[in-house]
């Protein structure tokens, strides 16, 4: 079975940039999570898909943060325009239940804005 | 608000030798409390978790949790490290239910064995 994929694994752009980033769930996986780790300190959670829908996006720092969900597959981050303060490790995950706490991760997409 | 607190940025443990990895929480309620690692290039993966009932959980790799609720804390143990061990450890907290049902994670430990 394949685990959660995230694309790309590490992207360079520059400040004023846009760049999307892109998880691939474990089939059959309602629950998609997107979580951000900023230099090295705690992982903090941006928002939760349930299928196509936003369950919740308290954490999405600002409006140059977009999340979509296709279709309840496929997700998409996109950060339009970046900033400096936007660098650091994306991390998808997915899961069936919501309460378990049990969630599959992706690698990481590392973001890098110059 | 929910948080974790993960005192030690790095701990270091010859193999063979008992290893502890602290956290602490604050969370309104009873808390759901994990532990993931993560391996150099991985992402993270679920070791274990504490829902309710023994206070010891045992995961996977060896490893067990204490829950202690009058200490507010969840430490990760394993009674003999290996080298393979050697990752960066995360201790999550969320609440079942409310805005808070999402997990909270600590800042990591850097858990480095030695041969």
């Known amino acids: 079975e394949a685990g959660v994929t995230q694309f790309p694994s590490h992207s360079v752009i520059e400040k004023g940039q846009t760049v999307t980033l892109r998880c691939d769930p474990i089939s059959g996986h309602d629950n998609l999570y997107w979580y951000r780790r900023v230099m090295g300190k705690e992982i903090k959670f941006l928002l939760h898909?349930?299928?196509?829908?936003?369950?919740?996006e308290s954490g999405m720092p600002n409006n140059r943060f977009l999340a979509e969900r296709t279709g309840g597959t496929y997700s998409t981050l996109k950060v339009q325009p970046a900033e400096l303060e936007d660098s650091g490790v994306y991390f998808c995950?997915?899961?069936?239940?919501?309460?378990?706490?049990?969630?599959?991760f992706g690698e990481g997409s590392r973001l890098t804005v110059l | 608000a929910q948080s974790v607190a993960q005192p030690e940025d790095q701990v270091n443990v010859a193999e063979g030798n008992p290893l502890t990895v602290k956290c602490t929480y604050s969370?309104?309620?009873?808390?759901?409390l994990f532990w993931y690692v993560q391996y150099p290039n991985r992402g993270l993966q679920f070791l274990l978790k504490y829902i309710t009932g023994d206070n010891l959980v045992k995961g996977s790799y060896g490893f067990e949790a204490e829950f202690n609720k009058s200490q507010t804390s969840f430490h990760l143990k394993k009674p003999s490290a290996l080298v393979s061990d050697s990752a960066l450890y995360f201790c999550a907290v969320s609440a079942p239910s409310g805005s808070a049902r999402q997990l909270t994670f600590g800042s990591g430990t850097q858990l480095t064995v030695l041969p």
């Open positions: 995950a997915s899961s069936q239940g919501v309460n378990t706490g049990e969630l599959f």
């Open positions: 969370v309104s309620g009873n808390p759901y």
């Open positions: 898909f349930v299928k196509e829908s936003k369950q919740d």
